[in-house]
C-alpha cells in the first residue's frame, strides 16, 4: 500500500493517506490551498507544514528516525529528498 500521495489543483491540495489511513482516521483528506500556513525545511530529517485548524504535519521523502510520514509523491512526481520534497510542498502555497 502506499504512503502519502499529495495532488493539487489551482485551488486545492488533496491528500491519500494510504498506509497511514487507519492511524491518521482518515483515508482522503482535501484541503483549500490557502489553508496551508507555513512550509519548513527541517534540513535532512524532515519537512513541517502548518494548516489552517490542524495539528501540524511532519513528513519526508523515505523512512527516518524522527516517525515523520512518508510522500510518495506530490502531483505525480516522487520527491528525491527531503529538499525536493520542501520545494515541492512550497510550490503549493503559490
Known amino acids: 500500500m502506499a504512503n502519502l500521495v499529495i495532488t493539487s489543483t489551482a485551488t486545492r491540495?488533496?491528500?491519500?493517506?494510504?498506509?497511514?489511513?487507519?492511524?491518521?482516521?482518515?483515508?482522503?483528506?482535501t484541503w483549500p490551498r490557502s489553508g496551508i500556513q507555513s512550509v519548513q525545511f527541517y534540513g535532512g530529517d524532515y519537512v513541517h507544514i502548518a494548516t489552517a485548524g490542524d495539528a501540524p504535519w511532519h513528513?519526508?521523502?523515505a523512512a527516518n528516525a524522527f516517525g515523520a510520514l512518508i510522500v510518495d509523491s506530490v502531483d505525480g512526481v516522487?520527491?528525491?529528498?527531503?529538499a525536493a520534497l520542501y520545494a515541492q510542498l512550497v510550490a503549493l502555497m503559490l
Open 13 to 29: 491540495v488533496s491528500v491519500d493517506f494510504g498506509a497511514y489511513g487507519a492511524a491518521a482516521g482518515v483515508t482522503l483528506g
Open 59 to 61: 513528513v519526508a521523502w
Open 78 to 82: 516522487a520527491p528525491a529528498s527531503n
